[in-house]
């Protein structure tokens, strides 16, 4: 029902800094949730970061401390500024709803295609 679109990707090297745009084109109402996820090769998709309906932000333990979520406004246009990437950062990164409260489990439906980011040493 809602099309997400992640974009922003690219290749970089160890230590620097990307930030990566999600758009929802064609939808007006307002997601109350919003989130990252990401998949490496061989591994399934998990939860990067997610912003919430009050503004507040929860990370993944793996990038607590170098990424940030943010929204812009009260649209559903948001970023994930990623700072200091390493090569296990590489993957196909993925914006879609977060969850009500912190949670392992990624939402089911609305994924599009993602945008790869590959971090070289």
């Known amino acids: 029902q809602v099309q997400f679109v992640a974009s922003g990707g690219a290749l970089v090297q160890s230590g620097q800094s990307l930030t990566l745009t999600c758009a929802t084109p064609?939808?007006?109402?307002?997601?109350?949730?919003l989130g990252w996820y990401r998949q490496a090769p061989g591994m399934q998709r998990e939860i990067v970061a997610a912003?919430?309906?009050?503004?507040?932000?929860e990370y993944a333990d793996f990038v607590k401390g170098r990424f940030t979520i943010s929204r812009v406004g009260d649209t559903n246009m948001n970023y994930l500024q990623m700072n200091n990437l390493k090569p296990g950062d590489t993957a196909v990164y993925y914006c879609?709803?977060?969850?009500?409260?912190?949670?392992?489990?990624?939402?089911?439906?609305?994924w599009g295609q993602g945008t790869q980011v590959t971090v070289s040493s």
């Open positions: 879609n709803r977060g969850p009500t409260t912190w949670s392992p489990f990624p939402p089911s439906t609305d």
């Open positions: 064609g939808t007006t109402s307002r997601i109350s949730n």
């Open positions: 912003i919430f309906n009050d503004g507040s932000a």
